[in-house]
């Protein structure tokens, strides 16, 4: 049985608290956000307490919490309060550093966009700017300010109504649809720790629609159950491709040499987990000697 180290909010400041929740909670997109103040002045910063939770309405949501070190509001949330409107963007691992600046506690007078050498266009519907170089924009309006609390670190949720998506054409695939591999987007963990999006780092999963695509943990031959060899992951993706074949299966006697054969097995898993599948019947068949073909 694996050990855990538990930790009750309730029971640990704010400041040993925040490490372990950002750190556990990983990888977080990173909504970096332009708006304006009622004088038009832009404002540019990032924030990682982000994702979309409604495809219609479609709606993003993004926290500038009360900050833990002064207690005060974000400049972020003073502009929406005065102009409710913002462009959020993805950021690029090539204006990584750059996002990194703008994290700054600047007084509000100072333009961050400025600040790090970032160019701007106007948005189409909203006032705050879009940020140039960054591959995916989103013209939102403010739906409504959720507060959790005035205390230091309570976030103030800024759910927005997406207006306008901007998809820098370089990043789409042969549908017109956004490629990841093109992307480069990072992501926020831990500490100062971050993830980049790349080819090496990304897998294809179709999810499975059909329940009868799937096998049940009961139909699994017990020496794959207990395989010495085949990991968690292993069994994941056997089970999410159920074999036409699987009532043959029970039939026939258990394998000889199981390492030897999870072994091949393992090797097709992550390509074609349907190959390791016909691999396995075959070998159980052959042992078998039985004439029938997998159906
Ligand atoms: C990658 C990253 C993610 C961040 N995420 C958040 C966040 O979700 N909420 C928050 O309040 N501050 C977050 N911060 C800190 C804010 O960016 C920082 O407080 C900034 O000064 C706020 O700018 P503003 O006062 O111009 O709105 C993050 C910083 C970085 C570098």
Redesign the pocket.
Known sequence: MSEYKTLDPTHIPLKEWHPYLIGSIIP?P??W?T?VNREGRP????????NVFSSKPPIAV??????ARTGQK??????LLEVPECVIHL?PYALAAR??I?????P?EIN?IERAGLETVPSLIVRPPRIKGTPVQIEARVRDILSLGETPGA?QLVITEILLLHLETRILDEKGLPDPRKMDIIA?LGEFW?ARITSESLFWMKQPRNPAEVMSWAELPQDLKESRILTAADIGHLLAHRPPYVEQLATLPKPAHPDALHMQMQKLLSQDPQEAWRLYFESLQAASNTPSKPR
């Open positions: 977080r990173i909504a956000v708006t404002n540019l910063a990032p924030f990682s307490y982000f993004f926290s500038p919490s009360t900050s974000k400049d972020t949330h003073n502009n950021v996002m990194n703008t994290t700054g506690e600047y509000p961050e976030g926020r971050y």
